[in-house]
């Protein structure tokens, strides 16, 4: 069997967190999907309200402080990646936004990327269409067909009965697997990982302090 490395991250605000609640039912369809063509697959989940107070140190210094360094550099080494948000206003969210905005724009080059996002109403749906599928276009990702929308009521009683939660997620599981067995497992040293080139555990922010005496 092949082993592939799936990375799920997250934007939910509250803890607990619909959107995290979403990405953890993504995630095990994924899994499950590619159990089912004899390839195992490990996930790591990041929420981003941990990486907030990074991100915009990052955005202000132009640097990324170890922990982001690090998550970013588990996302770029991935062989997939699944990415929820909430939509607020019509749209994903500022952290969303700003996460995307301190990523190299060639760093997602050609990656599986299933999207998801939650709001309250089904009126925010095509968001997912609309607002964030764009980001990835930029970032020459390759998403796949199927996102997944979900609204408070699919989560309780009164859920889609045409069209469920679970046959949503079951379908974009499945393009998600298909594109992932379709490629060879990401295996090389990750360019953008500091830690492949200036040794375990350092950063640019370590290699510039050091130069600065401290």
């Known amino acids: 069997m092949t082993d592939r490395r799936i990375v799920v991250v997250a934007a939910g605000l509250s803890n607990p967190s619909s959107t995290r609640m979403l990405a953890d039912r993504m995630a095990a369809a994924a899994v499950a999907q590619l159990r089912e063509r004899d390839i195992t697959a490990t996930v790591e989940i990041f929420e981003l309200r941990d990486y907030a107070h990074q991100i915009v140190d990052n955005m202000l210094t132009g640097f990324a402080p170890q922990e982001l360094e690090a998550m970013i550099a588990k996302v770029v080494a991935a062989d997939a990646l ?28 050609g990656k599986p990327v299933w999207i998801g996002a939650n709001a309250g109403t089904a009126r925010h749906s095509l968001a997912i269409d609309y607002a964030v599928r764009p980001l990835f276009a930029y970032l020459h990702a390759d998403a796949i067909s199927s996102g997944v929308f979900a609204a408070s009521s699919d989560w309780g009683a009164n859920a889609d009965e045409v069209a469920p939660l679970s046959k949503r997620v079951e379908k974009g599981a499945r393009e998600l697997a298909e594109a992932i067995a379709a490629r060879e497992p990401v295996t090389d040293l990750d360019p953008f990982d500091p830690a492949s080139y200036l040794g375990e555990g350092k950063s640019f922010g370590h290699l510039l302090g050091g130069l600065a005496g401290e």
């Open 82 to 109: 699944i990415v929820v948000t909430p939509v607020f206003s019509t749209s994903y969210s500022g952290l969303f936004k700003s996460w995307i905005d301190v990523l190299d724009p060639d760093s997602l080059s």
